[in-house]
């Protein structure tokens, strides 16, 4: 037979810390603090179970009313006190408790139990009798809400006109006799409204308090915060029913909460505040202002009216030595509620304490040095994404936001500036030492500088792998894209957002960790990458076995990468790093030259450029791999669009502007992503492959005498999908790779391999590692032609499907296991039937995201790559993602 009810009361519980699914967090905590002998008021927990039957039949199981009866008899015995008892009356709280926390969410009723009878067995002393009918005045008012369903404001407008009546600013004016007025009103009101009187009989009350609390599971706020925070509807509430305790019994009372250590700064300190006579929904309130728990803290805060520590100094100490033992017995930083009845503690609730990114760095790292928790332990504590935190100037939390419209958040951190909506007018303004964001419809290669001299970029077009989105991240640049609740007016120079028209000039923040617009400057926080930091990303470097490596292309990418602990370049795209000064126009004229000789005056240019470039990263690298991807531009990215930009190539090129129009009228391509990019490039133009692999392979030998590290370059053939592809373009470069050797009498160890990116690619992987020598995941592209989505359209639809239910998150940013996945899954197992030691790694933006870095070391990829700011997360994330894998494989 299921069992329903689980007690709990001084020194002993039916449950433990353990039975959160069934008892909810409330539940087993106050479970497990009564059995450790700590001051909990006796009670006890329905499971959640009997939430879900409610929901189901309406009613509650059969059984459950004896099982609360037997459970209310041992409250009784250990308070005394009896449920109905008109002489000595118990008074109950009932209150959720679900299984993952959702503060405020549900609903709560207290001092139940009390009725015309009972609540003249509260006390007999004119201050008793105050209390009782204030107590009973808002049972009625909670219960009348809660459970009956009558608006609150009824209630408080009765209460309001009383008070004006009787001559009273404040509540707690209120006589005895006045509070009985207040009562009377409020039951006439009810049966009004009802038809019914107020119930008077405490099992009727208690029935509909439980009913109640079931219900508010289902209530619109719990659905919605249920969502946001992907909790299942399946999982119910359990409902805690205990003796109530009372912090507002006058001077020597309180109620308060608090962190066992400092939730921002993760200092090891008591931290939080209380209210003296008052009950914990004062505290939720918010109606007066609570004091400081310790000294210290009320001389920091600058507060004036006593701290707990020196208005109660024994309770203050016993709340310490409790906190000390909860911390000690959970290993983890406690946020906890207590009440002070006349001297007394009382502890209501303790649960681990939501904490700042900096605080849970600290708490991690300290407990370690305290010998609470094991290193490893630290590093499965922190969530990887919170590190972005760290990394990138954020909003302060505190201020309040004006939010002007919102995209999707394209690239981490805050930023604020004057807003201008050109290139040009971004590198003028940096030039006068100006601060600007950068805004347009979407950005294309020739805007790298504009982004670059920017502080932020602000599209109202594209997705996540946008090239606005991808360059910026590259950058470490804080970016939003496809912000479509916003319009870009070019010709006035505006910027329409929600309820505003902003001009050129005018300042707005972007917030790329969230994805929001916000009007006007606003405070930030400073990155600050502690010591705590640093010791803890070294445990996390200790426990991982995929290595991280970095999406770099340019000498300053691949700094910024090596710094946050990037352990080679897992993709160079080489297309990117034709983006800089005069390079852009050399490179349109390569793609857009009439024949190959014109092709070849433009790459014989362009050579020299990539040797350098090549130089310098495998310099920077010292000897850790280096991989370079052959040109892969999609051509829409690349041809000019303006007339203006037409003009200058044209000049540049010697030709007409009209025929230089006609040239990029024959390239157009009605899907770029899906046209002439990639290998196939190559494979028409071979001259574009040789080229780089010359570059690659002089820039291989320059490195290798400067810094006496020689780098394996490791050469990468985008967009394959047959392995007659792959063969040609191998063949050219090897070709090259044997001229270059003899030309410098140095032999050089290189490898050839390919990306994976589409589905034939993946189902033909066996075939393809006969002649690539590595793999690496293109999940950007692999994501785009397994759904037939296009990465640059995808905006436009998926945050409907997300909020749709259609999926449940944005494959382009967290990889679908179950199509993508299962590529991958083919490709790395066929991969290694041929090839068994061929090195694996992603480098689509998902190698950056902790889900699917997860999915990577549960598959065996030897590395993930991501832009240089996610390195960071990726190292943490690979780090957790082994200890779970030894954990759930029992290997140490
Ligand atoms: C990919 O497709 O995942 C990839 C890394 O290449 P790109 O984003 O440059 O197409
Ligand atoms: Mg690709």
């Not at 009103?185 to 208690?206: H, N, R, T």
Request: with cysteine; proline share 5%; charged share 25%.
């Amino acid at each position: 037979m299921e069992k329903w009810v689980y007690t709990f009361g001084s020194g002993k519980a039916e449950g433990s810390a353990r039975d959160v699914t069934r008892l909810g967090g409330k539940g087993a905590n106050l479970a497990e603090m009564a059995a450790i002998g700590l001051p909990v008021p006796p009670g006890l927990t329905v499971v959640s179970d009997a939430c879900v039957y409610f929901l189901k039949n309406n009613a509650l199981p059969e059984g459950l009313r004896d099982e609360i009866l037997a459970g209310i008899a041992t409250i009784e015995a250990e308070t005394g006190k009896r449920f109905g008892d008109a002489a000595n009356p118990l008074l109950l709280s009932v209150r959720s408790g679900a299984r993952s926390s959702m503060p405020g969410m549900m609903d709560t009723v207290l001092n139940l139990g009390l009725n015309d009878q009972t609540v003249q067995g509260l006390g007999h002393s004119a201050e008793d009798a105050r209390f009782a009918f204030d107590s009973y005045r808002r049972f009625i008012q909670m219960y009348g809400d809660v459970v009956l369903g009558l608006d609150h404001a009824i209630f408080e407008d009765i209460l309001d006109d009383a008070k004006a009546r009787f001559g009273h600013e404040n509540d707690t004016d209120l006589s005895a006799s006045e509070w009985q007025e207040v009562i009377r009103l409020y039951k006439a009101l009810i049966e009004e409204e009802l038809g019914e009187p107020f119930p008077q009989d405490p099992m009727v009350q208690l029935a509909g308090a439980v009913g109640a609390v079931f219900s508010s599971w289902m209530s619109a706020r719990a659905v919605t915060y249920r969502q946001l925070h992907n909790i299942p509807g399946h999982w119910g509430t359990a409902v805690n029913i205990q003796a109530m305790v009372f912090g507002n019994l006058g001077s020597g009372s309180a109620t308060g909460v608090a962190f066992t250590r400092n939730p921002s700064t993760g200092e090891k300190t008591l931290y939080g505040e209380f209210l003296v006579n008052a009950q914990g929904e004062d505290v939720v309130a918010g109606i007066r202002t609570p004091q400081a728990l310790t000294e210290k803290a009320r001389i920091e805060q600058g507060h004036d009216r006593p701290s707990l520590e020196k208005l109660m100094p024994e309770a203050f100490a016993e709340l310490t030595a409790i906190c000390d033992r909860l911390e000690a017995h959970y290993c983890d930083m406690q946020d906890v509620e207590f009440t002070i009845e006349r001297g007394a503690l009382w502890m209501l609730q303790t649960r681990a304490g939501k904490r700042s990114t900096r605080a849970a760095l600290k708490i991690a790292v300290d407990m370690v040095d305290e010998g609470l928790i094991a290193e490893e332990e630290a590093v499965s504590r922190i969530e990887p994404a919170s590190l972005d935190q760290l990394l990138h100037p954020t909003i302060d939390p505190r201020v309040a936001r004006q939010v002007i419209g919102s995209g999707l958040p394209a690239s981490p951190g805050a930023a604020t500036g004057e807003i201008v909506f050109t290139s040009e007018e971004a590198m003028a303004a940096e030039q006068e030492g100006r601060k600007v964001i950068l805004v347009r419809m979407e950005t294309s290669p020739e805007d790298i500088h504009g982004m670059n001299a920017a502080e932020g970029i602000l599209t109202t077009r594209g997705g996540m792998t946008s090239h606005a989105a991808v360059v910026a991240r590259g950058m470490g640049i804080p970016c939003v894209t496809g912000a479509g609740n916003m319009r870009v007016d070019q010709r006035n120079g505006l910027l329409l957002g929600l309820g505003v028209k902003l001009k050129k000039g005018d300042l707005i923040t972007i917030d790329g960790s969230s994805g929001q617009a916000l009007k006007g400057a606003v405070p930030m926080v400073q990155p600050e990458l502690s010591g705590d930091f640093a010791r803890l990303m070294d445990w996390a470097d200790k426990a991982r076995r995929m290595t991280v490596r970095t999406n770099a292309d340019t000498p300053a990418d691949a700094r910024a990468a090596r710094a946050f602990g990037a352990e080679g370049i897992g993709l160079c795209r080489t297309e990117h790093m034709f983006f800089e000064g005069e390079r852009i126009h050399v490179m349109r004229e390569m793609i857009l030259a009439e024949d190959e000789a014109g092709r070849r005056a433009a790459l014989d240019r362009l050579l020299p450029m990539q040797r350098s470039d090549f130089t310098e990263l495998f310099t920077i690298m010292h000897g850790q791999p280096v991989t370079i991807r052959l040109l892969d531009p999609p051509l829409h990215e690349f041809l000019p669009k303006t007339e203006e930009e037409i003009a200058d190539v044209a000049a540049a090129m010697g030709l007409l502007p009209r025929q230089l129009s006609q040239r990029v009228e024959a390239l157009h391509e009605f899907n770029p992503m899906l046209g002439h990019r990639g290998c196939r490039l190559a494979i028409s133009y071979p001259e574009i492959a040789e080229m780089q692999a010359r570059a690659i392979f002089e820039a291989a030998v320059a490195a290798a005498r400067e810094t006496g590290a020689p780098v394996e370059p490791e050469i990468m053939v985008p967009l394959v999908g047959l392995r007659s592809e792959l063969d040609y373009v191998k063949a050219c470069i090897e070709k090259v790779a044997s001229a270059v050797m003899r030309e410098a009498g140095l032999t050089i160890t290189y490898l050839v391999g390919t990306m994976i990116e589409l589905p034939r690619a993946a189902l033909r992987a066996h075939v393809i590692a006969e002649a690539a020598e590595f793999f690496s995941f293109g999940t950007n592209d692999l994501t785009q032609t397994t759904f037939g989505i296009s990465r640059d359209d995808a905006a436009a639809f998926i945050p409907t499907y997300q909020r749709k239910g259609i999926i449940e998150r944005d494959p382009f940013i967290s990889l679908d296991f179950d199509g993508v996945g299962e590529l991958i899954r083919i490709a790395a197992e066929r991969g290694r039937q041929t090839r068994p030691e061929m090195k694996l790694g992603i480098c689509g933006e998902h190698g950056g995201d902790p889900a699917s870095i997860h999915f990577c070391e549960d598959v065996g990829l030897d590395y993930v790559s991501c832009s240089p700011f996610r390195v960071p997360i990726a190292r943490l994330s690979a780090a957790q993602a082994s200890i779970l894998q030894r954990r759930e494989t029992g290997k140490s």
